[in-house]
């Protein structure tokens, strides 16, 4: 997405817009990208809300104090994770761990994309509430109703939503 700066900026825009209606620019101090593609959409998001940036690394530095976490954060400072989409959850709650051994509060992350593969379900187990913008089902029905994908490409995608 970020090769594309005008289908980026509107994206990030329609994070931010997200934002600010489900949870308000007061229920958190910082933002956090979630590695790798998060990181773009955060970086952004955080400018425009004017917001400090952090980021999570998939390892920790070999170096140093050996953190997890690039950036600053204060012990109960209330952090909100952003990735572009969710699947599983996996990268979101090894994220939200490691903001929370710095000290940080996680109570919600944002995303793109809900794939529909359990992944809001385990973000509740650690008690983060998920907000996204687009759940795949809805989106691939969307596209089949405007037949820009075939019924098998329709199908192919559905299959993968996790049944409730």
Known sequence: MPSFPEAFQKVCDYYITLIKQDLGTNSFERIAGVPTAGMAFASVIAYHLKKPFLYS????????????????????????????????????????????????IVNDAVVLVDREEGGNENLAKDKIKLHYLLKVGEAANKLYQMGTITEEEYKTITKQVKKK
């Open 57 to 104: 690394r998939q390892q920790a530095k070999t170096h140093g104090r050996g953190r997890k976490v690039e950036g600053i954060i204060m012990p109960g400072e209330r952090i909100l994770l952003a990735d572009d989409l969710i699947t599983t959850g996996q990268s979101l709650r090894k994220a939200a761990s490691a903001m929370r051994a710095e000290g940080g």
